[in-house]
Structure formats: C-alpha cells, structure tokens
Nanobody, 122 residues
Framework: QVQLGESGGGLVQAGGSLRLSCAAS????????MGWFRQAPGKEREFVAA????????NYADSVKGRFTISRDNAKNTVYLQMDSLKPEDTAVYYC???????????????WGQGTQVTVSS
C-alpha cells in the first residue's frame, strides 16, 4: 500500500513555470514506477509523464516533451514534475500515480493521489 499526496499547483501566467511534488508514504517507494496524469474540465484524464522505479527510464506525452521534466528522489519518497513554458492548454488537475515495479509505458496504475490544480492564464 502507498498513499500519495500532490502539492505545488497554482495559478501562473503563460510562459511561466511550476514544480509539482508528490510525496509517498511507505518504505518501498523505490520499487514503484511513478506517473503524472492530468484532467481538464470536460476531458478525459491523460498521461503526462512517467519515471521508472529505478529512475533509469522516463516517458513523456508528446504535448509536454521538451517543456516538462519528471524526476524522483527516493530518499525523500518524492516524485517531481518540473513544468516550464506553460501554456493555457496545460490547465488541469494534475494527479500522481504509482505502480509496483512497472514500466514507463501503459496507463494502468495501482494508486492515485487526490490531485492538485494547475491554472495557466493567457
């Protein structure tokens, strides 16, 4: 079992940056592949980025490649999403998710956080 809690969301102007954090409970964080997803109003939840449990591999949605960076600090049980060059279309609730020893492809995750709102104004 792992519990996830996101933070770092907020309101930012287009072109600005935000860093989201997701803190995880438990002693086995280093064995969970972590992902970030987002859901905009009226739209389905979509994949944003993932990082393998070992940290060796990452994967990004085409829409965020070159702008967002996922990273993890296993000593702090935390995964981050650095978001640069933000656009109004990045506005959404952002969720982190975890899956045991998973690969960075695929959308099936075992545990989900409650989400944090990111709003990008034009």
């Amino acid at each position: 079992q792992v519990q996830l809690g996101e933070s770092g969301g907020g309101l930012v102007q287009a072109g600005g940056s935000l860093r989201l954090s997701c803190a995880a409970s438990g002693r086995t964080f280093s064995r969970y592949t972590m992902g970030w997803f987002r859901q905009a109003p009226g739209k389905e939840r979509e994949f944003v980025a993932a990082i393998r449990w070992s940290g060796a591999n990452t994967n990004y949605a085409d829409s965020v490649k070159g702008r967002f960076t996922i990273s993890r600090d296993n000593a702090k049980n935390t995964v981050y999403l650095q978001m640069d060059s933000l656009k109004p279309e990045d506005t959404a609730v952002y969720y982190c998710a975890a899956k045991w020893l998973g690969v960075v492809i695929g959308r099936e995750y075992d545990y989900w956080g409650q989400g944090t709102q990111v709003t990008v104004s034009s």
